[in-house]
T-cell receptor, first 114, second 115 residues
Framework: DGGITQSPKYLFRKEGQNVTLSCEQN?????MYWYRQDPGQGLRLIYYSQIVNDFQKGDIAEGYSVSREKKESFPLTVTSAQKNPTAFYLCASSIEGSGANVLTFGAGSRLTVL | GENVEQHPSTLSVQEGDSAVIKCTYSDSASNYFPWYKQELGKRPQLIIDIRSNVGEKKDQRIAVTLNKTAKHFSLHITETQPEDSAVYFC??????????????FGKGTLLTVNP
């Protein structure tokens, strides 16, 4: 199924709770990304990682945290500091150094804060 | 950083007509420009891309043109079909190497092809 698996597909959270979204890929891609998608806002980059044990903030990193302990995995934690966390979250991966950043996306996780 | 503007935000055409979506970018160092298609309820997928050393690229009914001087690029879909209905995103990056390769996306265009 595209080589990238995101879970859960739907997630509900109470205000003040942290939640972690899972992203696993079996494509042997070096780079992984998290995007947030809101209606009319396009895809905005939260965090990205080019290599294991290293990651960089994207354009909207506040209130989020990530880890990259394994090449295959790039989990995203939405913390209580994120003021408007309800959104659709997309994980993606790509081959580093390919000269063209072709992204393969997961199916997404929809987070709703109650 | 890079800023990508995309127009129009919605586009409705009759089946068989052509559709054009335009994007402008701000970073003159950007040299890679992909287009992604996202059908309703599905993940975005790359449909075509172009590098700055090329002015136009075609793939069957889809073409992309690039004007580096004006810093804009466009997606052209000819002989549109109902299955072309989707949200289309343009993007730009500096290509590979360090943080230069991260993509900045436009806000998307909802294309509706009416049968």
């Amino acid at each position: 199924d595209g080589g990238i698996t995101q879970s859960p597909k739907y997630l509900f959270r109470k205000e003040g709770q942290n939640v972690t979204l899972s992203c696993e890929q079996n494509l042997n891609h070096d780079a992984m990304y998290w995007y947030r998608q809101d209606p009319g806002q396009g895809l905005r980059l939260i965090y990205y990682s080019q290599i294991v044990n290293d990651f960089q903030k994207g354009d909207i990193a506040e209130g989020y945290s990530v880890s990259r302990e394994k090449k295959e995995s790039f989990p995203l934690t939405v913390t209580s500091a994120q003021k408007n966390p309800t959104a659709f979250y997309l994980c993606a991966s790509s081959i580093e150094g390919s000269g063209a950043n072709v992204l393969t996306f997961g199916a997404g996780s929809r987070l709703t804060v109650l | 950083g890079e800023n990508v503007e995309q127009h129009p935000s919605t586009l409705s055409v009759q089946e068989g007509d052509s559709a054009v979506i335009k994007c402008t970018y701000s970073d003159s160092a950007s040299n890679y420009f992909p287009w992604y298609k996202q059908e309703l309820g599905k993940r975005p997928q790359l449909i075509i891309d172009i590098r700055s050393n090329v002015g136009e690229k075609k793939d069957q009914r889809i073409a992309v043109t690039l004007n580096k001087t004006a810093k804009h690029f466009s997606l052209h879909i000819t002989e549109t079909q109902p299955e072309d209905s989707a949200v289309y995103f343009c993007a730009a990056s500096r290509g590979s190497g360090g943080s230069n390769y991260k993509l900045t996306f436009g806000k998307g265009t909802l294309l509706t092809v009416n049968p």
